[in-house]
């Protein structure tokens, strides 16, 4: 049973449809090839972003299964395999064993908020009936939330979970789950899905992310993911000031996961119509999207200069950069202090 820890960025797969809202299979086949070429460690489909909810039990089956078989291995397969009872979920897992997926990610159970209590007993029978090893996926915006001693008490009794994924964004909360978990369990992985604090997750012990902004520029995620594992340091902070503008863009443009769907359009992929319906005024700004995107890939060497040009000093081009040099800083010293760099 033993295989490799989850590592690396792991691509949500958004995905394409028809013109008539159906599973667009050979766009999907053709997007899957082009994030592998571009360095992508893994893929995620039927996350968030890939808009799991949705679809239905078969599409998700078929979705995953159309991955796997144009992957062949090359990369591993972390597959969302939320459905919204145990039973459900548990049939999904054997299904996507039996596809050889890497693992499943499972939310904890949304609609209804638990206790603790029960959110401990829905995945200890998960993974004390699993064919698959399983990563807890913590968003608690949407679900009921992992506390640590969940997280801590899971880790230690189940073998078949290795890994969480966390959405919350809080990096004192995932420097709390790996001083809970590794000292037990020093295999368990750690992956952030929060884009905007993916330099300085890597840098207080995460092992990888499940990020959106991945799907639409997978050269950048990677890069970000090399430098910063690497400890080139200033290099990182750079990209990682670019990647939140981006994300910021893609997230605040429309309805999520509009934003990323439409940026991915911008990649050369035909994405359809989501199946989610948007008023007039919800409709994407495919113009500031496209300079926004095209001016940053262009910075970074991946694609040609746009025409027209770049904005140049415009002190709008970089919030938050404050707020990530501090964390940055705050995260070297310690690293420091513990000599680890």
């Known amino acids: 049973m033993s295989q490799s820890r989850l590592q690396g960025i792991f691509t949500p797969n958004l995905v394409p449809y028809t013109a008539s809202g159906d599973i667009n299979e050979p766009e999907l086949r053709r997007y899957v090839d082009w994030l592998i ?10 996350g968030s972003t890939g808009e799991f909810t949705r679809f239905t039990v078969e599409e998700r089956r078929r979705i995953v299964a159309i991955i796997a078989d144009q992957v062949k291995g090359r990369v591993p397969i972390l597959a969302g ?25 499972i939310v904890a159970p949304f609609y209804y908020k638990l206790s603790p209590a029960s959110v401990y007993a829905y995945f200890k029978e998960i993974g004390d009936n699993t064919p698959i090893d399983v990563t807890l996926y913590n968003i608690p915006m949407f679900a009921s939330p992992i506390d640590v001693p969940t997280i801590q008490r899971l880790s230690e009794e189940c073998e078949r979970i290795v890994a969480i994924k966390d ?12 001083q809970a978990v590794k000292p037990n369990r020093p295999d368990f992985a750690f992956l952030t899905g929060w884009d905007a604090a993916l330099m300085p997750m890597l840098l207080v012990g995460c092992d990888g992310g499940t990020n959106a902004s ?24 750079k990209v990682q000031y670019d990647l939140i503008r981006l994300f910021d863009t893609m997230i605040y443009s429309a309805e999520f996961p509009e934003g990323f769907r439409a940026a991915v ?53 970089a919030p938050n950069t404050a707020e990530v040099t501090a964390i940055v800083q705050q995260v070297v010293a310690e690293l420091h202090r513990r000599g680890l760099m």
Do not use: W
């Open 37 to 46: 070429d571009r360095g992508v460690h893994g893929l995620y489909p039927n």
């Open 81 to 105: 395999a939320a459905e919204a009872n145990v039973k459900e979920t548990l049939a999904a897992c054997e299904y996507y064993a039996s596809l050889g997926i890497r693992a499943v990610a």
């Open 167 to 178: 959405s919350s964004g809080e990096i004192p909360h995932m420097i709390r789950m790996i």
């Open 214 to 237: 991945s799907g639409v520029v997978p050269e950048l995620t990677r890069k970000l993911y090399d430098l910063t594992t690497t400890y080139q340091i200033d290099e990182a902070r």
């Open 265 to 317: 359009s911008l990649r050369g992929f035909s994405m359809g119509q989501g199946r989610q319906p948007l008023s007039s005024e919800q409709r994407t700004d495919l113009t500031a999207l496209s300079r926004e995107l095209q001016c940053m890939l262009s910075a970074h060497g991946f694609t040609d200069q746009p025409v027209g040009g770049c904005p140049v000093g415009n002190d709008s081009a």
